[in-house]
């Protein structure tokens, strides 16, 4: 089955610095892929919309130039946390729809997921 | 603006027993509504996809329904299992690609 590949799956930073998180799709090409900040006990907010050789699209609220997303392949998207502070701490999740299983109606497959620490 | 609601939040029931977790949304225009499991630390995994145009889906002791016109959608899970406790979450696809609106979704604890 589709397979979406997130790394690293956790990492603690010091406020100030930047991290960048990435998200593969392994057996398929994915044109658009998302991401998701997940706070405990929350359900999971979508970021931006990454859409591979153009710009990302930003939900409403979300700050793009501090998270950076670059699409440069059909199976890698990046988000880059830009000079992190604590408040960033979080789980991100990303996710792919493999375009052959059905458009819009096909599932979305999701990566394991990334633990970002900010102290 | 699709909002998601699973209620309730959290839900604890002896193995064996036949469960039904409730989803409800604002929005009925809508192509999917997709259900998920997340194991705690954990990605989702997706369990059924419903589209809008379908009443129900099945998988193994799975079953999820929708009505669009009311809103909502059951997730049926039969002879519940320890190995099932996770958190449930239900999302609805809208709008341009199909962006998924999620609920905070339902942990379940099954009691051997």
């Known amino acids: 089955g589709a397979v979406v590949s997130q790394h690293p799956s956790w990492v603690i930073c010091k406020s100030g610095t930047s991290v960048k998180i990435e998200c593969r799709s392994l057996?398929?090409?994915?044109?658009?892929m998302f991401w998701y900040r997940q706070f405990p006990k929350q359900s999971l907010m979508l970021m931006a919309t990454s859409n591979e050789g153009s710009k990302a699209t930003y939900e409403q609220g979300v700050e793009k130039d501090k998270f950076l997303i670059n699409h440069a392949s059909l199976t890698l998207s990046t988000l880059t946390v830009t000079s992190a502070h604590p408040e960033d701490s979080s789980f991100y999740i990303c996710?792919?729809?493999?375009?052959?299983?059905?458009?819009?109606?096909?599932?979305?497959?999701f990566g394991n997921g990334t633990r970002l620490t900010v102290t | 603006k699709q909002e998601v609601t699973q209620i309730p939040a959290a839900l604890s029931v002896p193995e064996g027993e036949n469960l039904v977790l409730n989803c409800s949304f604002t929005?009925?225009?809508?192509?999917?509504l997709q259900w998920f499991r997340q194991d705690p630390g954990k990605g989702l995994t997706s369990l059924l996809l419903?589209?809008?145009?379908?009443r129900e889906q099945t998988s193994g002791r799975l079953n999820a329904s929708l009505d669009k016109s009311s809103g909502r959608s059951t997730l049926y899970i039969a002879a519940s299992q320890p190995g099932d406790s996770a958190t449930y979450l239900c999302a609805v696809g809208t709008g341009a690609n199909s962006k998924l609106t999620f609920g905070k979704g339902i942990t379940l604890s099954v009691r051997p």
């Open positions: 057996d398929f090409q994915a044109t658009t």
């Open positions: 419903i589209q809008s145009s379908q």
């Open positions: 929005d009925s225009a809508i192509y999917n």
């Open positions: 996710s792919a729809r493999d375009p052959g299983g059905g458009g819009y109606n096909s599932p979305l497959h």
